[in-house]
T-cell receptor, first 116, second 112 residues
Framework: KAGVTQTPRYLIKTRGQQVTLSCSPI?????VSWYQQTPGQGLQFLFE???????NKGNFPGRFSGRQFSNSRSEMNVSTLELGDSALYLC???????????????FGSGTRLTVV | AQSVTQLGSHVSVSEGALVLLRCNYS??????LFWYVQYPNQGLQLLLK??????LVKGINGFEAEFKKSETSFHLTKPSAHMSDAAEYFC??????????FGPGTRLSVLP
């Protein structure tokens, strides 16, 4: 069974641009969460989607947004990129809303975003 | 609110030696506790988890962890380190109706 797939794996963007990252969860998983990982701040929760609805949101500015499609695939978008947005963005899926907290999440390999 | 602390951002052990990675948590509800491992340029892989029941939990790759409520701890151990264990390890806490919160991570180096 395929794991969580994130595309692209690497991305280089210029300050001020916008970027869209994609995540396909494990087949049958309906909940998708996004995390930002940086050396200074560690793993920080961005948001969680379930049934095409944002279920939970972390403490990030409005430049960070996401959505989920009917097939559970999710995208996150960052507008007006800043140098500090350079990070590894990780997607994680779980079976249903709330099951991640109970059973743990399955993570993708991430998208490494570099802003220059 | 929940939080996780991991003592030691970097731990070095010799190959064959005991691995001990420390995790302490705070939680206002009965905690669910997790250990994840991250290899370079990879995502996080679940090593083991505690939700209810037996407080000594066995995971993959020979790792285990013990939930000690009185000490609010969930330390990760492995009797004998292998070179392949070199990675970053994250402890995480959640609970009923609570968000998943990660600790800052501990980088494990294994010396030949």
């Amino acid at each position: 069974k395929a794991g969580v797939t994130q595309t692209p794996r690497y991305l280089i963007k210029t300050r001020g641009q916008q970027v869209t990252l994609s995540c396909s969860p494990i087949s049958g998983h309906r909940s998708v969460s996004w995390y930002q990982q940086t050396p200074g701040q560690g793993l920080q929760f961005l948001f969680e989607y379930f049934s095409e609805t944002q279920r939970n949101k972390g403490n990030f500015p409005g430049r960070f947004s996401g959505r989920q499609f009917s097939n559970s695939r999710s995208e996150m978008n960052v507008s007006t990129l800043e140098l500090g947005d350079s990070a590894l963005y990780l997607c994680a899926s779980s079976l249903e809303a709330g099951t991640g907290e109970l059973y743990g999440y399955t993570f993708g390999s991430g998208t490494r975003l570099t802003v220059v | 609110a929940q939080s996780v602390t991991q003592l030691g951002s970097h731990v070095s052990v010799s190959e064959g030696a005991l691995v001990l990675l420390r995790c302490n948590y705070s939680s206002s509800v009965p905690p669910y506790l997790f250990w994840y491992v991250q290899y370079p340029n990879q995502g996080l892989q679940l090593l083991l988890k505690y939700t209810t029941g037996a407080t000594l939990v066995k995971g993959i790759n020979g790792f285990e962890a013990e939930f000690k409520k009185s000490e609010t701890s969930f330390h990760l151990t492995k009797p004998s380190a292998h070179m392949s264990d070199a990675a970053e390890y994250f402890c995480a806490v959640s609970g009923e109706g609570q968000n998943f919160v990660f600790g800052p991570g501990t980088r494990l180096s294994v010396l030949p």
